[in-house]
Every structure is written in structure tokens, then in C-alpha cells.
């Protein structure tokens, strides 16, 4: 018989803004911005491969994502000590990079991470 292997805790994402406060318009049109600069990495693969890599500064993780891709980033976001943000919707994060919906971004760029960071602490922006 296998002995099960004890689950890691889940990482909670901090949330520090309402997908409908000023904070999170600025900080979406700030995510748009990095996506044309290719400064944005865009859906669960790409983000997995940017945090290997060691390039990732901020992720964004929607709340109603599916368990399995959370599952399959936050615990690799924990791991490597990546900032992690949520109380977003996938519809929201995909209104923000022109797609329909996306369970998870990644902010590559430590100045516009920065950027996003301070757009969503302020809810008045």
C-alpha cells in the first residue's frame, strides 16, 4: 500500500482591490501596456515557463479560475516566492489582455509590476 503524500498548503492570494474600483482600471490599462511590450506573459503555460525561467516579478490569478489550474501555478508562484495577486475575475483578467477570459498573467518587468502593485493598493487611482 502507498502512502499518500501530505498536500502543500495553497498559497492564498492577497487581495488588495475590487475588480470594480478605479485601481483596478489603471491597473488593467497597465497590464494592456505590458502586454503590447511584451512585458506581460498571458495563460497558466506561459506563466509556469516565465516563473522557471526566473523572470516573473507579479502574478495575477483569477479567483474563479479552474481548481486544476490553479493548482497547477500557485504552488510553483509559492515555491519561488513570486507575488501573487487575486480578487479579480477570469473575465476581468481577459478583458485586460483582449482576450474572453485567462486564469492567470504574469508580470515580467519589475518597474511595471511595481506600477500595477501601487495602481491596486490605491482603490482611488
Not at 502512502?3 to 482600471?25: F, I, L, M, T, Y
Not at 489603471?26 to 503555460?45: D, E, F, P, T, Y
Amino acid at each position: 500500500m502507498r502512502a499518500r503524500r501530505a498536500k502543500a498548503p495553497k498559497q492564498a492570494p492577497s487581495r488588495v482591490h475590487s475588480a470594480d474600483s478605479a485601481g483596478w482600471e489603471k491597473a488593467s490599462r497597465l497590464i494592456g501596456l505590458g502586454l503590447r511590450a511584451r512585458m506581460v506573459v498571458v495563460g497558466v503555460q506561459q506563466v509556469r515557463a516565465a516563473v522557471v525561467k526566473g523572470s516573473v516579478a507579479l502574478a495575477i490569478v483569477a479567483d474563479d479560475a479552474a481548481e486544476h489550474s490553479r493548482a497547477k501555478v500557485l504552488p510553483l508562484l509559492s515555491a519561488r516566492r513570486v507575488r501573487v495577486v487575486g480578487g479579480v475575475t477570469a473575465a476581468d483578467l481577459g478583458a485586460a489582455v483582449g482576450r474572453e477570459t485567462t486564469a492567470a498573467i504574469a508580470v515580467v518587468d519589475a518597474a511595471l509590476a511595481s506600477g500595477i502593485s501601487e495602481a491596486l493598493a490605491s482603490p482611488t487611482a
